[in-house]
């Protein structure tokens, strides 16, 4: 079995990255290729769908700070959803939810995007 | 052994046949028959083929290649031939007859002598160069047959001289008998002629026909080898000159019919022989070459040599693509590469690696789903591939070949691709690996500097504080993990200290290490509490460090007037506090955000400090999540519970006993599991 895995869907402007597994050090250089082959797409408004990861590192969080900025300059954003409790400490440790979104389920992350369109 | 020189040798023969001319002229004028002389006579013969011998001898026959002791047999035949029928033109010598014969006039006197000494001195060197070629392939009793046939000629000859019998006539005189006894030894002799089998075919062709021509002359120079000029001149001479003669009459019979009927194989021979020698030298070349590309080359370059193809490339399975590509290639236009139908779904490429072994098509422009592939090229007819396989059954690669002729490639080929395809999979392999483990070294290097940076970057001795026991334990991951504690003053003079983990592994990781360590020991002089560190601290990593990297730490900073232990947790794990009063044991998490996250508008709004009063006994438990995050080998967690129950019993314990203990609880619980991440704690007690 593979140690990480990222699926992509495409919803409307918005693209769910479904992660599985263990992202680390050693994995993340397949988790930022998905990232970099969306910002080539200029698709940037994105929801991680978080409910099949098991673990994350240092490494693996440091994905997200190294496309945030881009993401959010040309207003999009990068929102997370269904993380587990226990990923979710490692990222509530390190301040996480002050930087990004957090919601509890897929359809929450979607609905806040439309918001944000609607309000536009 | 002394050595007679050359040219004193040369003169004893020279000076040995006058002297017999001189006795044969004195014995036809005087008609005088002197026994004495007729016995010195003959033993001057003796000692001039003996001298002769030893002269050629010398020569190292031996050391001459096959080629030219062949040539040289030829030479020496056709000149003994050719002096032989230019002497007889010249002189007309005329023998008395029955046996022995005798000179009848001055002119037979010169013709024998002549014909004796050119006899003398052909047929040694001659029968020297057969010695070589019966010992090309030694076989046991060879020498015992040479040694054999040699005695008992000379033997004979002895005997034919003292009895002046001819051993054309059989009888059951013993020299006669010694003769043919002799010849029956020779025999086995006749098929030791083992160096025509591996000949290359044009040499086999080459010597047939030299080979007949020399017969012809062998079999004509009976007139001259024995009766009556030879024997007129010596019986002795004559009867071992004839043996000599027959053994290589015979010899050169065998072997001319053993060319003949090789020269109908010697085609398909020649082909397997260099089948054998191309795969030898590609093993050879392939192994001397460690650089991928270059075998590449080599491997489509040898093949294209030896398979005589037109068009020959190799293609190459890409890991991590998981597709195959022309890596090298003969005869190929750009054109042709970029559009290489063998890579097409259902192509040739599939069938093959699904077939597992070489692939032969006759002529494309017959075959009913690949006619296609003549659109991309049009030359390539006949196709021949095979598939490359690791040694582990892993699929490395195809070679192809293609020629331009339909029928093009035989079986031979097929056999002889898949022994190249065979060759080069090994050698890919073992450069692969090579390379393989030149990187790992190159890693491995780099991952010891970064330890090494590590160990020195973290404290070498304990700080020293007022009421403040201080420890400190940290363990480097295989992978270094950017674990790091330090302590330093603050402006004021209290006793501040960081724990914490920077992002990413290797030497990445020491890097950031080293800058941050910088940074902290630089801004703490100028500060007073932990906050103002952590918001200036944040500000110039954020600056200076790569987006994707950040550090979770922990500041703290202990003012031993007042007994006060301030902190800020900035995205690090939390600080665990034991109450010695109460035995109460506090996961403190005050917000905060990692160091190098944000440029400093959310890290200073959110991050906060927190203040807790020491009392003696009170313990504090910094650590970094290599700590909790420590597997055993069910792929369990060491976690929270187990470090918060493992600190509420040791209440008592030493800073030094506590700090012993939580590594032996730790070791015990992964047990050999090796750490994913480096492990790290400081222990702070009260006194």
């Known amino acids: 079995m593979e140690k990480f895995s990222v699926t992509r869907t495409d919803e409307g402007d918005v693209t769910v990255l479904n992660l599985q597994g263990f992202l680390d050090a050693h994995t993340a250089q397949k988790f930022e290729q998905a990232l970099k082959a969306l910002m080539n797409e200029h698709r940037y408004a994105i929801v991680v769908d978080m409910s099949q990861l098991d673990y994350i590192s240092s490494a693996g969080m ?7 900025e881009e993401v959010r300059e040309n207003r999009g954003d990068i929102k997370f959803c269904c993380v587990n409790p226990r990923v979710f400490k490692v990222f509530d440790l390190l301040g996480f939810p002050n930087i990004f979104e957090f919601y509890a389920s897929r359809s929450e992350a979607l609905g806040q995007f439309q918001k944000t369109r609607d309000n536009l | 052994m002394f050595r007679i020189p050359k040219n004193i040798l040369l003169i004893f023969i020279l000076f040995l046949s006058m002297a017999i001319l001189f006795i044969d002229i004195f014995t036809f004028y005087s008609q005088l028959q002197i026994t004495f002389l007729e016995n010195l006579r003959e033993f001057f013969i003796l000692l001039m083929a003996l001298f002769w011998f030893l002269l050629i001898k010398r020569q190292q026959l031996t050391k001459l290649s096959l080629k030219r002791q062949l040539l040289y047999l030829a030479l020496l035949i056709s000149a003994n031939y050719l002096a032989a029928t230019f002497l007889s033109l010249v002189l007309n010598p005329v023998y008395s007859r029955p046996f022995p014969p005798t000179y009848q006039s001055l002119s037979a006197i010169v013709y024998a002598t002549l014909i004796s000494m050119v006899a003398i001195i052909t047929l040694i060197p001659s029968f020297l160069i057969l010695k070589e070629l019966f010992f090309y392939k030694p076989r046991r009793r060879t020498r015992l047959y040479l ?9 004979a000859s002895v005997g034919a001289f003292i009895q002046k019998s001819s051993v054309l006539q059989f009888s059951f005189q013993p020299e ?20 025509l089998t591996y000949l290359p075919r044009k040499e086999k062709l080459l010597y047939f026909f030299l080979g007949g021509v020399v017969f012809l002359e062998t079999s004509f120079l009976f007139d001259a080898a024995f009766d009556p000029h030879l024997a007129a001149y ?6 071992f000159t004839f043996g000599l003669w027959l053994v290589l009459l015979f010899y050169l019979m065998f072997a001319e019919f053993k060319l003949m009927l090789f020269l109908p194989t010697a085609k398909a021979f020649d082909r397997k022989i260099k089948e054998v020698n191309s795969l030898y030298n590609l093993a050879r070349t392939l192994n001397t070459e460690l650089e991928p590309e270059r075998l590449h080359q080599l491997i489509t370059q040898l093949t294209a040599r030896v398979l005589e193809s037109q068009s020959t490339w190799l293609e190459i399975y890409d890991d991590s693509r998981q597709n195959l590509k022309v890596v090298s290639s003969i005869n190929l236009t750009r054109e042709q590469l970029a559009h290489n139908p063998f890579h097409e779904k259902g192509g040739l490429n599939q069938i093959l690696i699904r077939e597992g072994r070489p692939l032969l098509i006759n002529d494309l422009a017959q075959h009913r789903e690949f006619r296609r592939i003549l659109h991309w090229k049009r030359d390539a007819r006949a196709l021949i591939a095979a598939p490359l396989f690791s040694n582990r059954g892993q699929l490395m690669g195809i070679l192809y070949a293609t020629k331009p002729r339909p029928f093009g490639f035989d079986v031979d080929d097929v056999s002889l691709i898949e022994g190249f395809a065979n060759q080069a999979a090994i050698a890919l392999e073992n450069a692969q690996l090579l390379q393989e483990s030149i990187q790992r070294e190159r890693l491995e290097q780099e991952l010891k500097i970064a330890r090494e940076v590590q160990l020195k970057l973290l404290p070498q001795t304990m700080p020293q504080v007022k009421g403040l026991q201080v420890v400190s334990y940290s363990l480097t991951a295989y992978e270094v993990g950017g674990d790091f504690y330090d302590f330093f003053q603050f402006n004021d003079g209290d006793f501040g200290l960081v724990i914490g983990d920077v992002s990413g592994k290797g030497t990445s990781a020491a890097f950031y290490m ?8 630089t801004l703490a002089r100028t500060l007073n509490n932990p906050l103002e560190l952590a918001i200036h601290a944040n500000a110039i990593i954020y600056r200076n460090m790569e987006r994707r990297s950040f550090v979770s730490a922990v500041f703290g900073k202990y003012d031993p007037r007042r007994g006060l232990f301030q902190f800020v947790r ?8 034991c109450q010695a009063a109460t035995s109460n044991i506090q996961c403190l998490q005050p917000a905060g955000l990692g160091i190098g996250l944000d440029k400093g508008t959310i890290f200073n709004r959110i991050t906060q400090v927190y203040t807790i009063p020491l009392l003696p006994q009170d313990v504090l438990f910094l650590y970094t999540d290599g700590l909790t995050e420590a597997r055993n080998p069910q792929g369990e967690e060491f976690g929270e519970k187990r470090l918060q129950q493992l600190l509420a019993s040791s209440g008592n314990d030493s800073v030094h006993r506590l700090k012993e203990k939580i590594f032996d609880t730790v070791m015990d619980f992964i047990q050999n599991t090796p750490l994913h991440d480096d492990l790290t704690y400081v222990i702070l007690k009260k006194q």
Do not use: C
């Open chain 1, 62 to 68: 440091g994905i997200f700070m190294g496309f945030i």
């Open chain 2, 234 to 239: 010596s019986i002795s001479l004559a009867t």
């Open chain 2, 514 to 521: 080293a800058e941050f360590k910088g940074v902290i020991q």
């Open chain 2, 176 to 195: 006669v008998m010694a003769f043919y006894l002799a010849l029956l030894a020779a025999v086995p002799l006749l098929f030791h002629n083992d160096w």
């Open chain 2, 570 to 577: 900035a995205g690090h794990t939390p600080v665990i506090y």
């Open chain 2, 147 to 155: 040694n054999g046939f040699i005695t008992l000629l000379l033997v």
